[in-house]
């Protein structure tokens, strides 16, 4: 891989200015929940369902565009997509704040996913590609500290906001950092392609992942409402994956498809996806059934509660980082498979110690404190674990399916808690949120149970290591075009 200008490059520069963009974004997702019941006021002609596509319409275009966004950041420079995304994020923003109707500002909360689609992969390929091997694993833990702790301090600063100023307050807040992000990334950040440059990924691929991520997205987004087992539903998502279906097959017979799923034949690739996507649901049904529970049982204001999950997102935003640099030296197998107990058990505090009264101190301080130590030692490693066995000429596309994992498993987290949920009343609602709290305590567990399958890092290895030999049972894509594809790649290297 060329860089430019890269020995005149301040690593830490690059990774302040892209967690800068990764916090932005992360925060931006977050606000909107605390948000929406004054948007829904602002706008009361208009129905529920239509104004909750202020929340899935950008959930969906964002996991659907991750994946080819990742892509053409390899393809077209990671700093040319980064500033175009950081662009398309602060102007859609903007235009959120000013939206003058319901449609509008859905129109334009997609067009504002497509600028975090560019914003995420780009953001973290440029990270991998200034940071020496050896410090990979710190960086990347800071980076996803960053959006780990936006999660946190996002429902208390989005209440703040909308308290001071109103719903419109939260997009308008992104405008002046974007404004700055975008003057610092163009003049310190490199420029950084892939070394390879072949022929435009296919078409008809790019097509189908959008088409079969979107149909996918809107069956679990629209499942609490359409019901779970009812034919819409069932409709959709069958559709969704018979077009996934014709994505894999024809990825596999093109000599440059949208996505090389042969990443998938590298054990760490396959296993800390599979880790990320376990571990989000879990994360996200934490914080989005911990929200519901103090107010609605609790009767805490949006704000108290925020403050009341204040030392879990502290926690990751100190402790990540330090959790990195013992990933470079241990490797991220060792911290993943204790991070997911430790949040098990978190959620098993819950279950033990939460009811009608509002005992912060006692029954819900002791599991917050497990949350952001088994968050720390979990969230920042699995994108550094998922890239390890790439080449630099991946780092976007690695990344970027990591992402799109991450924003499946969150929609997946958000629709789960919403059905477990379901149906609760005054009298009994402990009992319905004790069933969030078995699955989050199962989510854990999974994960790491999954984290176990994860390579071996033997003690001489580098912390991040070329891509290892192929398994007996990797041998799937050995005959097709994309292994042929990364070979030649790999030669001219």
Not at 71 to 79: E, K, L, S, Y
Not at 125 to 152: D, N, Q
Request: glycine share 6%.
């Amino acid at each position: 891989m060329t860089l430019s200008s890269i020995r005149e490059v301040n690593p830490w520069t690059v990774l302040a200015i892209a967690s800068t963009a990764a916090f932005m974004v992360m925060l931006d997702t977050q606000v909107l929940f605390v948000a929406f019941d004054d948007i829904r006021a602002s706008f009361p002609s208009v129905s529920f369902a239509t104004m909750s596509w202020t929340l899935s319409a950008y959930t969906i275009a964002l996991a659907a565009t991750l994946v080819t966004a990742g892509r053409m950041t390899d393809r077209f420079g990671r700093r040319r997509t980064f500033v175009t995304g950081l662009v398309v994020f602060t102007t859609a923003s903007l235009l959120c704040g000013l939206a003058p109707a319901p449609g509008l500002l859905v129109a334009f909360r997609v067009v504002q996913a497509f600028g975090a689609a560019a914003l995420m992969p780009a953001s973290l390929a440029l990270v991998l590609s200034v940071f020496p091997p050896a410090r990979v694993p710190v960086a990347v833990a800071t980076w996803g500290a960053a959006g780990a702790f936006a999660a946190g301090v996002g429902p208390t600063a989005g209440a703040l906001l909308v308290e001071a100023f109103g719903w419109r307050s939260v997009f308008l807040a992104n405008v002046p950092v974007g404004i700055i992000a975008v003057t610092l990334s163009i003049s310190l950040l490199p420029e950084s392609r892939e070394a390879v440059r072949e022929r435009f990924p296919d078409a008809l691929g790019i097509l189908l992942l959008a088409g079969s991520l979107t149909l996918l997205s809107l069956g679990i987004v629209q499942s609490e409402r359409w019901g779970a087992l009812s034919l819409p539903t069932a409709g959709v998502v069958t559709c969704g994956l018979v077009v996934l279906l014709w994505f894999v097959r024809r990825s596999l017979s093109v000599p440059h498809p949208a996505l090389d799923l042969s990443l998938f034949t590298r054990p760490s690739f396959r296993w800390a996806n599979i880790t990320t996507a376990v571990f989000t649901i879990g994360f996200t049904a934490m914080f989005f059934a911990l929200i519901q529970f103090m107010t609605s049982v609790w009767h805490y204001s949006v704000v108290k509660a925020g403050l009341a999950m204040m030392p879990a997102a502290f926690i990751v935003m100190v402790l990540a980082p330090l959790m990195g640099r013992v990933a470079a030296r241990y490797g991220q197998r060792r911290l993943l498979i204790p991070g997911g107990l430790v949040y098990a058990a978190s959620a098993a505090l819950l279950l033990l110690s939460l009811d009608t009264d509002p005992s912060w101190l006692t029954a819900l301080l002791p599991s917050s404190l497990l949350t952001g130590l088994g968050a720390s030692l979990v969230l920042p490693q699995l994108t550094s674990a998922a890239v390890r066995e790439l080449s630099s000429d991946e780092y976007g596309a690695g990344a970027a399916v990591n992402q799109a994992i991450r924003q499946f498993g969150a929609t997946f987290g958000i629709a789960l808690t919403v059905a477990l949920l379901a149906g609760a009343t005054p009298s009994d609602a402990v009992a319905y949120f004790q069933r969030v709290w078995i699955l989050i305590l199962t989510c854990g567990v999974l994960a790491s149970v999954a984290a176990l399958a994860l390579p071996r890092r033997s003690r001489s290895a580098a912390p991040v290591v070329a891509p290892a030999p192929a398994s007996a049972a990797d041998q799937l894509f050995t005959d097709s075009p994309l292994h042929q594809r990364e070979s030649r790649a790999r030669n001219h290297q």
